[in-house]
């Protein structure tokens, strides 16, 4: 089993729209969760972390589900601007700077 | 300069050369890592160096070689390389990550090598 695993997509969804992505982890002791974007030929960047209670920034908000070992993020009224690939990443368990990412996720936004 | 920078962006080698990346971040952190990303696969954690020592090591064939001489600069000495060793090398770096809880990564634009 992967240690993150996301749908590698695309979703292609028309400019106005919401949409999610998730993302299963399989190591129930990891401490830290994030999303990060990837464009095209560039490097990730973090979109922004992942509490346990929720967190929203703006039009977009992930939740986390440590119980089913679940991460989810929501991305209201999408932009152009919002095509990208979304790579789910936890730490490890034991260090925390080792970063555990997923494939990712690739979102097409259509006029 | 400002951020992370890795030079060269591009870089094409034959198995049997040696060449090195450069890595460069100008943000004060102290810690710095190499990524490999492979196309259809994830980012894969290679070399992590905390305070200038090696403190990660992920199972990466000799034929990758770093060296971190301070804390601003990272290389990757590459020899013998095989065709599959072709992806994108990432470069990143974070502040404290010894002191508990987590410290944003930041990366460099990557080094896209392709071995022939």
């Known amino acids: 089993r992967k240690e993150v695993e996301q749908d590698p997509g695309p979703f292609n969804v028309p400019e106005g729209a919401t949409v999610a992505f998730n993302c299963t982890y399989s190591n129930s002791a990891s401490q830290s969760f994030f999303w990060y974007r990837q464009d095209c030929r560039k490097e990730p960047k973090l979109l922004m972390s992942?509490?346990?209670s929720g967190n929203e920034d703006g039009r977009f908000t992930a939740q986390l589900n440590r119980a089913s070992q679940y991460i989810s993020l929501l991305i209201r009224d999408s932009k152009l601007s919002d095509s990208a690939t979304y790579l789910c990443?936890?730490?490890?368990?034991?260090?925390?700077?080792?970063?555990?990412f997923g494939t990712g996720t690739r979102l097409q936004v259509f006029p | 300069e400002t951020g992370v920078t890795q030079t060269p962006r591009h870089l094409v080698m034959g198995m049997t050369n040696k060449k090195s990346l450069k890595c460069e971040q100008h943000l004060g952190h102290n810690a710095m890592y190499w990524y490999k990303q492979s196309a259809k696969k994830p980012l894969e954690l290679m070399f992590v160096y905390s305070l200038e020592e090696r403190v990660e090591n992920n199972s990466v064939p000799s034929r990758f070689s770093p060296e971190c001489p301070n804390s601003s600069h990272l290389f990757l000495h590459l020899h013998t390389l095989q065709p599959e060793d072709s992806a994108l090398y990432l470069c990143?770096?974070?502040?404290?990550?010894?002191?508990?809880?987590?410290?944003?990564?930041?990366f460099g634009p990557g080094t896209r090598l392709t071995v022939l």
């Open positions: 990443v936890v730490t490890d368990s034991y260090n925390t700077d080792k970063l555990i």
């Open positions: 992942v509490y346990s």
């Open positions: 990143a770096s974070s502040q404290d990550p010894g002191t508990g809880g987590y410290n944003e990564q930041f």
